[in-house]
């Protein structure tokens, strides 16, 4: 399963780093994903990061801004998310995937507002 943290409520420009904890499967050879959903729209990929964090990947509007990593010691996936945005407002969640099977997480808000 995997279980995220570190959602909350931060002002535009503030920080916020989300953790997903991995367990019951072998985190360190999926690749892992962050994702993003607001209310009445599609999920949308956030940034990916290799199965040994080799090779990251982000959508436009957060390159720069994000840090996707993992540790895989720890089997914790982490987003660092910078000069944070109203419209980054959404739930976050995080997913492992492999050629067989994939696991989300169940999700964490993150607020930006004033």
């Known amino acids: 399963q995997l279980v995220e943290s570190g959602g909350g409520l931060v002002q535009p420009g503030g920080s916020l780093r989300l953790s997903c904890a991995a367990s019951?499967?072998?985190?360190?050879?999926?690749?892992m994903s962050w994702y993003r959903r607001v209310p009445g729209k599609e999920r949308e990929l956030v940034a990916s990061?290799?199965?040994?964090?080799?090779?990251?990947s982000y959508i436009d509007s957060v390159r720069g801004r994000f840090t996707i990593s993992r540790d895989n010691v720890k089997n914790t996936g982490y987003l660092q998310m910078n000069s944070l945005k109203p419209e980054d407002t959404a739930v976050y969640y995080c997913?492992?995937?492999?050629?067989?099977?994939?696991?989300w997480g169940q999700g964490t808000q993150v607020t930006v507002s004033s």
């Open positions: 997913k492992a995937r492999d050629l067989r099977d994939e696991y």
């Open positions: 019951g499967f072998t985190f360190s050879s999926y690749i």
């Open positions: 990061i290799s199965s040994t964090a080799t090779s990251t």
